[in-house]
């Protein structure tokens, strides 16, 4: 098994900053990469941003491409996710995930642990 732990959510004004960081631990051994979601209310889960630890490729939704920067670790089975110019859209319970090989990136389907997610609200 896999347990994952998010942290570093809160309560911030547009245009603010939040660092999320997400630590893997267990049966870490093979996975792929990591990713963030995030799901507001009333709305489906949507992918935010991963990264894969072979060669450090980054994948990112277009609504947050030039503002949030996602950065690993595999020897630690960490991943962060850099948030700037917060917007008060961006509020959502955000989750992070590991996994293993296949899927794609930007598919929760793909992915097969999930954090119990961390609340990011930006006020207007």
């Known amino acids: 098994q896999v347990q994952l732990v998010e942290s570093g959510g809160g309560l911030v004004q547009a245009g603010g900053s939040l660092r999320l960081s997400c630590a893997a631990s267990?049966?870490?051994?093979?996975?792929?990469?990591m990713g963030w979601f995030r799901q507001a209310p009333g709305k489906e889960r949507e992918f935010v941003a991963a990264?894969?630890?072979?060669?450090?490729?980054?994948y990112y939704a277009d609504s947050v491409k030039g503002r949030f920067t996602v950065s690993g670790d595999n020897a630690k089975n960490t991943v962060n996710l850099q948030m700037n110019s917060l917007k008060p859209e961006d509020t959502a319970v955000y989750y992070c995930?590991?996994?293993?090989?296949?899927?794609?990136?930007?598919?929760?389907?793909?992915?097969?642990?999930w954090g119990q997610g961390t609340q990011v609200t930006v006020s207007s």
């Open positions: 995930a590991l996994k293993y090989y296949g899927g794609s990136y930007y598919s929760e389907e793909a992915y097969d642990y």
């Open positions: 267990g049966r870490t051994f093979s996975s792929s990469g």
């Open positions: 990264v894969r630890w072979s060669g450090g490729r980054t």
